[in-house]
Every structure is written in structure tokens, then in C-alpha cells.
């Protein structure tokens, strides 16, 4: 059974900094495409980052120049690395891993204090 666990979130403030991880018990994880998503309280989940099994990137408007996406495909893992923090980037953070189908991760909070 696929799983994913999400970890490294928390409280910061503004402006703070904070790196996400997702490890993937999955075979062949370098065969896989890999996102980032997020949930705001009342707010639909929402896409912030990709990076595909080429490693091509791409990242949600709001997120640009602050957010890296990055994967580990030796250890079947992926990261987000966010700095320069606001409120607004507050939510639950979602780890997706897609082939033929897609699986999820449970998320980790992130809080970002004013």
C-alpha cells in the first residue's frame, strides 16, 4: 500500500522560513510526478508546486521566487523549501504523488503568524 508522510511544518513568523518534506514508500518514486498542494481554512486545495519525473518545475503565481520544489528520487522523497514567509501561505500542506493514479499524503500545518 502507497504511502506518504508529510513532516517539517509548524509555526514562524512573517518572513520566516520552513522546509517541507514527503517520504514515499512507493516503488520506482522516480517514475512518478510529484506536487505540492495546500489547503486554507475555507479554501479550496490549491496547486503551489510540481516537479515531474524530468524534473521540469513550475510553481502557483503566489509562490514564485520564494517556494523550490526539489526531490530525492534515491530516497523517494520530496521537499519544498518556502522562505520569505506571509500569512497568507498559512494552510494544510498536501505531498501527491501521480502516475495512473494519484495518492496523498495526510498534510502538515503550516502557520504563519503576523
Known amino acids: 500500500q502507497v504511502q506518504l508522510v508529510e513532516s517539517g511544518g509548524g509555526l514562524v513568523p512573517a518572513g520566516g522560513s520552513l522546509r517541507l518534506s514527503c517520504v514515499a514508500s512507493?516503488?520506482?518514486?522516480?517514475?512518478?510526478?510529484t506536487r505540492w498542494y495546500r489547503q486554507a481554512p475555507g479554501k479550496q486545495r490549491e496547486l503551489v508546486a510540481s516537479?515531474?519525473?524530468?524534473?521540469?518545475?513550475a510553481y502557483a503565481d503566489s509562490v514564485k521566487d520564494r517556494f523550490v520544489i526539489s526531490r530525492d528520487n534515491a530516497k523517494s522523497s520530496l521537499y519544498l523549501h518556502m522562505r520569505s514567509l506571509k500569512p497568507e501561505d498559512t494552510g494544510v500542506y498536501f505531498c501527491?504523488?501521480?502516475?495512473?493514479?494519484?495518492?496523498w499524503g495526510q498534510g502538515t500545518q503550516v502557520t504563519v503568524s503576523s
Open positions: 501527491n504523488v501521480y502516475r495512473n493514479e494519484a495518492f
Open positions: 512507493i516503488s520506482y518514486f522516480s517514475l512518478y510526478g
Open positions: 516537479i515531474d519525473l524530468n524534473g521540469t518545475v
